[in-house]
């Protein structure tokens, strides 16, 4: 097993089916450009092998799929039948929704017991000025089909100073009522926002502004979380529970265990790294000649986790795979 001086090891690896989406959300995609896929993709099989060569070189116990918009992607199907059957002990799909319940049959055919939905409000308006595609409706259907078929939903809410703080208490209320736990994500210093300074602060919510508006409604209290979670969960009493990716306010470096691979090859030890590993070459070769090679690339992907705190990053979050 690959592990640092910090005691990190990989167990979570996120693999980015494909860059393109059917989104262009503001903080993430600066051009608007949606759907485009990265040209030299690798297919669902190499991909696929990517993930076991991984769970055997890199220990890797979890599996979340995510893009771009997984489910964009005609490599869903085979990846997902190809992943299932290699013993991971959790595997799970993070989708903005806008398709989710036209693919729910095959999801649920494939074992997914866990989607994290991206939702940043509940405003139709608002919604088509942050996405810049898609339909809100379509997303809210689509996750009460979902929950009906037995899924365990999260919502992902990214709260931006000027454009959706009026949501926090109307997501929140509306995932308590259905039993969604709601995650806010602090901005995160990625893509053109790590070299942004003023976009990125005129933005940013921290975790403390959060729970001061949610304070003022709810009395909560802190609750447990596995040791190496990214979010810092809380309990309404008697409501649910909804958390906070604060990773700016509290960093969770120091117990990272991710580690993503790019729909186009590339390793990523590190959100907050320029460094990526190119392993597209590897998933070629038979398991006896890939393996050696892809645990060297392993240990520089784990040097390159940052030790205390995420410091920005240039690529953005739909190519190395939110
Ligand atoms: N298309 C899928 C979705 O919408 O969930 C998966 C990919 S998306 C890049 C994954 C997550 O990254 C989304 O929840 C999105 O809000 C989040 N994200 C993208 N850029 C971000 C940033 N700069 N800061 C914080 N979260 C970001």
């Given amino acids: 097993m690959i592990v640092d001086r910090q005691g990190r090891q990989f167990r979570n690896l996120r693999v980015s089916l ?4 059917n989104y262009a959300c503001t903080y993430c995609v600066p051009n608007g450009k949606r759907l485009v896929a990265a040209q030299d993709e690798l297919s669902a099989e190499a991909m696929a092998r990517g993930v076991a060569y991984l769970i055997e070189a890199a220990g890797i116990e979890r599996l979340r799929i995510t893009g771009g918009e997984p489910l964009v992607s005609p490599k869903l199907e085979t990846f997902m039948t190809a992943v299932g059957q290699m013993g991971l002990a959790d595997i799970s799909l993070t989708t903005n929704g806008q398709l989710l319940a036209k693919k729910l049959p095959l999801l649920v055919d494939a074992g997914i017991r866990r989607i994290n939905v991206s939702l ?6 608002a919604f088509r000025s942050i996405a810049r595609g898609g339909d809100l409706a379509t997303v809210l259907s689509g996750m009460d089909q979902a929950r009906a078929a037995g899924i365990k939903i999260k919502v992902n809410m990214v709260p931006l100073r ?3 703080l009026d949501q926090v208490m109307p997501l929140l209320d509306y995932c308590l009522e259905r039993g969604y736990e709601l995650r806010f994500i602090e901005l995160m210093r990625m893509g053109h926002l790590a070299s942004d300074s003023n976009a990125f602060l005129q933005q940013f919510v921290s975790l403390k502004q959060l729970l001061s508006q949610i304070g003022e409604r709810y009395e909560y ?19 649910g529970y909804f958390g906070v990716i604060a ?6 470096c120091r117990t990272c265990s991710r580690l993503r691979l790019s729909s186009t090859g590339w390793l990523h030890g590190c959100l907050s790294s ?3 590993h190119y392993v597209g070459d ?3 070769k038979p398991r006896h000649q890939a393996l050696p090679a892809l645990q060297r690339l392993l240990v520089k992907a784990l040097g390159d986790k940052q030790e205390v705190a995420f410091s920005g990053g240039a690529t953005i979050m739909k190519i190395i795979g939110g």
Wanted: aromatic share 4%; net charge negative.
């Fill in 18 to 21: 494909t860059s393109a989406c």
């Fill in 120 to 125: 940043d409000t509940l405003d139709a308006d």
């Fill in 162 to 164: 000027g454009q959706n």
């Fill in 221 to 239: 209290l802190q609750a447990d979380a596995p040791v190496d979670a990214t979010a810092v969960r809380y309990e309404i009493p008697g409501r």
């Fill in 247 to 252: 990773n700016e306010s509290v960093p969770f």
């Fill in 274 to 276: 320029s460094n990526r």
């Fill in 282 to 284: 590897l998933l070629d």
